[in-house]
Every structure is written in C-alpha cells, then in structure tokens.
C-alpha cells in the first residue's frame, strides 16, 4: 500500500520559514519525481515544485529563490524549505510521486497559514 505523509504545515508570520516533509512508503523512493503541490482557498492546484530521480529541480517562478525541494533516499523523504512567506503562499501543501511505471501518488495534504 503506497503512502504519503506530509508534515510541518502551521501558521506562520509574513517573512517566516517552514519545513515540509513526506514520507512515503509502499514505493521504490529513489525511482519516482517527487513534487509538492498546493491548492489556494478559491483557487486551482498548481505545482510548486519538483526533484527528479537525479536532482534536477523545477519550481513555480513566484517561489524561486525562496523555496529549495530537496530529498532524501535513505529515509524516502521529500522536503521543501519555505523561506520569506507571504500570504499569497497560503495553501493546502499536497505531496506527490510520480512515475513512468507507476504513479502519481497523492498525500493528504498539510496547511500553511501565512498571516500576522
């Protein structure tokens, strides 16, 4: 059974920093694109950023420099610092896999409030 948890979701003040983490388990970890997506209140998903089985990262152009995805194939992590949040950045954070084989693969999700 493929799973995904994300964690590290909270309210934070304009300017602050949060750490998301997932970790899955049921799947090859170092075979699968990892990405973080969110949903804004009132608005549709859009990908925020993603590492390739090799490193190779993407990210959203209103996050670049502010957000670093990263991960981990000893403990099937994927991260995603947050750095300099703004409100705009306020959203349900959706882990995902992805695979030519197999895939995607969701999480939960984990809220991030960015408010004063």
């Known amino acids: 059974q493929v799973q995904l948890v994300e964690s590290g979701g909270g309210l934070v003040q304009p300017g602050g920093s949060l750490r998301l983490s997932c970790a899955t388990s049921g799947i090859i970890f170092s075979r699968y694109t990892m990405g973080w997506y969110r949903r804004a209140p009132g608005k549709q998903r859009e990908l925020v950023a993603t590492?390739?089985?090799?490193?190779?990262?993407n990210y959203l152009d209103s996050v670049k420099g502010r957000f670093t995805i990263s991960r981990d194939n000893a403990k099937n992590t994927v991260y995603l610092q947050m750095n300099s949040l703004k409100p705009e950045d306020t959203a349900v954070y959706y882990c995902n896999a992805d695979s030519y084989a197999s895939g995607p693969y969701w999480g939960q999700g984990t809220e991030v409030t960015v408010s004063s």
């Open positions: 590492i390739t089985r090799v490193g190779s990262t």
